[in-house]
């Protein structure tokens, strides 16, 4: 198999709903239309900003329908595999591949905290079921499951594995893996506010959150650090930090959606548990995107 090049921006999208929690297919595909006008490089669905937990297989299945329909072809639709047993994962994945996505972003365990052992052969499992490229995705801050660099290269001779969505929150962990698998896989960074660093150290693209509210600045910052345009981009990650902040937080569904409706791209509805940010914890969200809406940069402004 050869493996694609995926690489750029590929935002985590959002989960559109209306005001009564069914899904809004319209939003959605709105949503993704807006992103991919505005050069994002592919997108991944029904993440953890994508409230997957809340959504049943169906419903997740037919969030990847909107966005292969939405996308047209314009960008790879990636289609997140967080299922809590292997057996409902491959139930998941054979859906969606029929449905035509481009790949998937699997989770080694969520809920349960795999060892190195059972992680590894989950997503062996999956990839032999996928017949896909896949893109690992590593969270030990969030999902407590770690594949370490070690893992990686032992997982090297899956011919599937394509890419690694490097969450950890620790920015020595891209040199490591660098130094231990070379270039083996494509490597992205998960985690918002270290998105220069990231870069800075060779990763190949970003998995996005606020991108989805600013996806043109989001792909500016790429295209300034491939460049080697670092003060240029540098100024613009300082610009963007307060607000990928946001992105790092147990609420950044209530923090990314309450971005969107500033920004008048989206809506706030949301699954319960799940509730609409109030009082000081919402005035606070609200001063930092309507400051950086004031001083946002007009050469790399998000076309409406």
């Given at each position: 198999?050869?493996?694609?090049?995926?690489?750029?921006?590929?935002p985590a999208i959002?989960?559109?709903?209306?005001?009564?929690?069914?899904?809004?297919?319209?939003?959605?595909?709105?949503?993704?239309?807006?992103?991919?006008?505005?050069?994002?490089?592919?997108?991944?669905?029904?993440?953890?900003?994508?409230?997957?937990?809340?959504?049943?297989?169906?419903?997740?299945?037919?969030?990847?329908?909107?966005?292969?329909?939405?996308?047209?072809?314009?960008?790879?639709?990636?289609?997140?595999?967080?299922?809590?047993?292997?057996?409902?994962?491959?139930?998941?994945?054979?859906?969606?591949?029929?449905?035509?996505?481009?790949?998937?972003?699997?989770?080694?365990?969520?809920?349960?905290?795999?060892?190195?052992?059972?992680?590894?052969?989950n997503v062996r499992?999956?990839?032999?079921?996928?017949?896909?490229?896949?893109?690992?995705?590593?969270?030990?801050?969030?999902?407590?499951?770690?594949?370490?660099?070690?893992?990686?290269?032992?997982?090297?001779?899956?011919?599937?594995?394509?890419?690694i969505k490097e969450?950890?929150?620790?920015?020595?962990?891209?040199?490591?893996?660098?130094?231990?698998?070379?270039?083996?896989?494509?490597?992205?960074?998960?985690?918002?506010?270290?998105?220069?660093?990231?870069?800075?150290?060779?990763?190949?693209?970003?998995?996005?959150?606020?991108?989805?509210?600013?996806?043109?600045?989001?792909?500016?910052?790429?295209?300034?650090?491939?460049?080697?345009?670092?003060?240029?981009?540098?100024?613009?990650?300082?610009?963007?930090?307060?607000?990928?902040?946001?992105?790092?937080?147990?609420?950044?569904?209530?923090?990314?959606?309450?971005?969107?409706?500033?920004?008048?791209?989206?809506?706030?509805?949301?699954?319960?548990?799940?509730?609409?940010?109030?009082?000081?914890?919402?005035?606070?969200?609200?001063?930092?995107?309507?400051?950086?809406?004031?001083?946002?940069?007009?050469?790399?402004?998000?076309?409406?």
């Open positions: 198999m050869s493996s694609p090049r995926w690489q750029g921006i590929f959002t989960t559109k709903f209306h005001a009564d929690e069914s899904l809004d297919a319209e939003g959605t595909a709105r949503h993704i239309d807006f992103q991919i006008r505005n050069g994002i490089h592919g997108l991944v669905t029904c993440g953890s900003l994508g409230e997957a937990s809340t959504l049943t297989l169906e419903e997740k299945l037919e969030v990847a329908r909107i966005a292969l329909q939405a996308a047209a072809g314009r960008v790879p639709v990636l289609a997140n595999v967080s299922e809590t047993s292997t057996r409902e994962a491959l139930r998941y994945i054979d859906g969606a591949n029929r449905l035509g996505v481009a790949g998937f972003m699997v989770m080694p365990s969520v809920i349960y905290v795999a060892d190195a052992r059972e992680a590894m052969l499992t999956m990839a032999k079921a996928a017949q896909q490229p896949i893109m690992v995705y590593n969270n030990p801050v969030a999902y407590r499951v770690d594949l370490k660099p070690e893992h990686m290269l032992e997982l090297a001779d899956c011919e599937w594995i394509s890419a969450s950890s929150d620790d920015i020595r962990r891209i040199t490591d893996l660098r130094n231990t698998v070379g270039q083996r896989y494509q490597l992205f960074l998960g985690v918002d506010d270290l998105a220069y660093e990231g870069l800075a150290l060779g990763c190949d693209g970003l998995l996005a959150g606020v991108g989805c509210a600013f996806p043109r600045e989001t792909v500016a910052l790429y295209e300034l650090m491939k460049a080697g345009r670092f003060a240029q981009a540098l100024a613009l990650y300082q610009w963007m930090t307060p607000m990928l902040h946001l992105d790092v937080s147990t609420k950044l569904v209530q923090n990314l959606k309450l971005i969107d409706v500033l920004v008048g791209v989206g809506t706030e509805h949301m699954r319960r548990p799940r509730l609409p940010l109030i009082g000081p914890e919402r005035a606070a969200i609200e001063r930092i995107v309507r400051h950086a809406l004031d001083t946002r940069p007009a050469e790399y402004r998000s076309l409406a």
